[in-house]
């Protein structure tokens, strides 16, 4: 840790998305202000290991748990205003972390390569082409024999369907088959801001070894 942590935000990213910065023009349900249960478990076992990608990082919760346990942390998102959010966090908790605006649809073009990778709520709002898209930038980003946790909507009731998708477990195993190690689908709580129905929003967490 440091008194004046720097952080940066750096790399291209498409200028036009202005519906992505007004998602966070208040709290959006998912930033929670502070790490899902289901990630900070794995932290809190000292899972967590080497270089840390955050990938649509929001404002930076996740980025931080990793930042927070000594770990070289980067998180990458493309609403600016969260970008924003999150390196305030950083300075005023005297972390020293990296946050690179950034399409995680490019993964594969980021040139680097991370120990640890975390997406929290990302891939189940991807379909077709853009999930192999978005999987094959994991991959990409990923270091041989490094870790991916996925953090994912269940397919199950009380959770309602509509723009985000719910995936099966069958989905979660079709859309990483090659180049992966599936070593677990577990099912998990995703906590929200908004009042949560009866046992919790139904999530999976996926811990997968890249190949």
């Known amino acids: ?11 291209p990213a498409d200028a036009g998305q202005p519906s ?8 959006p349900p998912w930033d929670i202000g502070r790490p899902q249960p289901a990630l900070l478990d794995i932290a809190d076992r000292g899972v967590l290991r080497g270089r840390v990608l955050d990938v649509g990082c929001g404002t930076g919760e996740h980025t931080l748990m990793a930042a927070r346990r000594g770990l ?6 493309l609403a600016a205003t969260a ?25 594969s073009a980021l040139g680097e390569r991370f120990d640890t990778v975390l997406d929290s709520l990302v891939l189940h709002g991807f379909h077709g082409r853009d999930r192999d898209r ?14 991916c946790f996925v953090l994912s909507f269940r397919d199950e009731p009380p959770n309602r369907s ?8 069958d989905e979660i195993r079709g ?3 090659d ?24 999530g999976w967490r996926t811990r997968l070894t890249r190949l």
């Open 83 to 107: 970008l924003a959010a999150a390196e305030r966090k950083a300075r005023e908790r005297g972390l020293t972390a990296r946050f690179l605006r950034y399409d995680v649809l490019e993964l």
């Open 162 to 169: 509509g723009r985000v998708h719910r995936l099966t477990p």
């Open 134 to 147: 978005y999987v094959d930038g994991l991959h990409a980003a990923t270091a041989p024999g490094g870790q």
């Open 20 to 27: 992505l910065d007004a998602l966070y023009a208040v709290p």
């Open 72 to 77: 070289e942390a980067t998180g990458v998102d």
């Open 1 to 11: 840790m440091s008194d004046a942590p720097p952080t940066h935000t750096a790399l």
């Open 175 to 177: 859309a990483f088959a």
């Open 179 to 202: 180049g992966w190690l599936l070593h677990a689908v577990e099912p998990v709580t995703v906590d929200s801001s908004l009042p949560a129905p009866a046992g919790g929003i139904r």
